[in-house]
């Protein structure tokens, strides 16, 4: 069975410009979180979708913005990139969005920033 | 602001040694509890979670979490590691008012020599 992926694995940006970040859940599940995790951290909370609607929204700017379509996938934009927004950013999935389900995570897209 | 410490950043242990990560959250109101684990190369894992009844929750692979309320503790155990427990593994914490949002520690890599 596919987990879930995240595309692309690796990529690298200069200040100042835009990304976008793609997950593709497991099948069957409804809910797509976002984390950003830098180097010697936990993840970091950005998203929560379900069923195409925001539910959570962690303390980030508002340059961070996502969007889950009718087939479940989502996109995580970032505007004006940072360097501090060098990171690794994950992607996880869940059946229901509900705090039982559980979480599966993908291996997540490292963004440079340059 | 919910907080998770997680005081151990890196514990080195013989194989077939007792072991024990501690996990403290930061939260007044109700919690959910999970510990995640990483190993190398892989995506991060559930190892086990605590939503409410017995306080001591097991989980795969041998380990096992003592939720205990008056400490805002949530440590995880495992009677004998193996060389293959060498991963980090990382406390999160999910509010039972916002089920989105999850708060991490920032992880303890455990190894384990054989």
């Known amino acids: 069975d596919a987990g879930v992926t995240q595309s692309p694995t690796h990529l690298i940006k200069t200040r100042g410009q835009h990304v976008t970040l793609r997950c593709s859940p497991i099948s069957g599940h409804k809910s797509v979180s976002w984390y950003q995790q830098v180097l010697g951290q936990g993840p970091q909370f950005i998203f929560q979708y379900y069923e195409k609607e925001e539910r959570g929204r962690g303390n980030f700017p508002d340059r961070f913005s996502a969007r889950q379509f009718p087939n479940y996938s989502s996109e995580l934009n970032v505007n004006a990139l940072l360097l501090g927004d060098s990171a690794l950013y994950l992607c996880a999935s869940s059946m229901i969005g509900g705090v039982g389900a559980e979480a599966f995570f993908g291996q997540g897209t490292r963004l440079t920033v340059v | 602001a919910q907080s998770v410490s997680q005081h151990n950043h890196h514990v080195i242990l013989s194989e077939a040694a007792s072991l024990e990560l501690g996990c403290n959250y930061s939260?007044?109101?109700?919690?959910?509890l999970f510990w995640y684990v990483q190993y190398p190369g892989q995506h991060l894992q559930l190892l086990l979670k605590y939503f409410s009844g017995d306080p001591l929750v097991k989980g795969i692979k041998g380990f096992e979490a003592e939720f205990i309320k008056s400490k805002f503790s949530f440590n995880l155990r495992k009677p004998s590691v193996q060389w293959s427990d060498t991963a980090e593994y990382f406390c999160a914490v999910i509010p039972n008012t916002n089920a989105g949002k999850s708060t991490f520690g920032d992880g303890t890599t455990l190894t384990v020599k054989p």
């Open positions: 939260y007044g109101g109700t919690v959910n």
